[in-house]
């Protein structure tokens, strides 16, 4: 029987790009999602089921861990009255990772995409918010109950699953989700792709004055990515080894937006992206300057959280809730 780490690979190393579904009606107002039916605790144990339980994040498992500085931008003031976001720059926790709950996966599987950003922002007064995101525009399913089915569908498809699997039968009846696994980007470093809140939230300004957004983050110099072959001859740990070597000689950047959603847009739903000609607004300039403790033990001790906000940003996707009641249900369970 094969392991968790190879059945979860042999599932998404099959999907083709020749698959894929076209997407069409990004910009609708969003129905709003029913209820979930499953819990948070639900959720992290179908992660568990389609990668293993590892006493280690359920997903975004393996990961580097870095510091640097946030220095706002003065437009984000007129959009939030958010701490972090007026003048006064914060010292930022940043922590890269690879896709999946495998924490031995290498780097250049392709199941290792999307890659995953987690940032801590403390203010001198040691006020704290985070941000989440990943180098996606957009999100495999519109709600946690069908992420969780999508994670049961990888779980029971392995190599010896009859055709059609309970796989095939989920990306026939979800094309987004069929996109999102067959055309991912591999970049060259976790320092030159963009990554993306894809979740919306509500940005309050001073006036009282409210806009939805999605964060957006892009690399200073543009993104640098491989091709399949490119990927192929890394070695497992390439964007491990090549960050630290990076940051070893120089600091590097990347400069967060708000997207502002236009009325119409979907807030409720995260797989849909936000046209790109919407309305950026800068939120300022992320550099990352060194490398943190990166023991296991720093790495546990270490939770982010979506709901982790401060006066002038609310959640407005109820997946974000969701999700932020299933994050202290991994963090406790890799703790024990």
Partial sequence: MPTKISLSLAVLFSLSVATVFAISGARRIAAAPAKERFSPAQLVDALHAAFGKHHARAVHTKGVILEGTFTPDPAAAALTKAAHLQRTPSKVVVRFSDFTGLPDIPDNAPPANPRGLAVRFTLPDGQSTDLVGHSFDGFPTQTADQFRELLLAIAASGPGAAAPTALDRFLEAHPVARRFLTTQKTPASFATIAYFGVNAFRFTARDGSARYIRYQLEPIGGEQLLTGEQAAAQGARYLQDEVAARVAKASFAFRMYAQVADPGDAIDDPSIAWPAQRTRVPLGVLTVARLAD??????????????????????????????ARAYPISVEERRR
């Fill in 294 to 323: 990166n023991t296991a033990k720093a790495d546990q001790a270490l939770a982010f959280s979506p709901r982790n906000l401060l006066p002038g940003i609310e959640t407005a996707d109820p997946m974000l809730d969701f999700r």
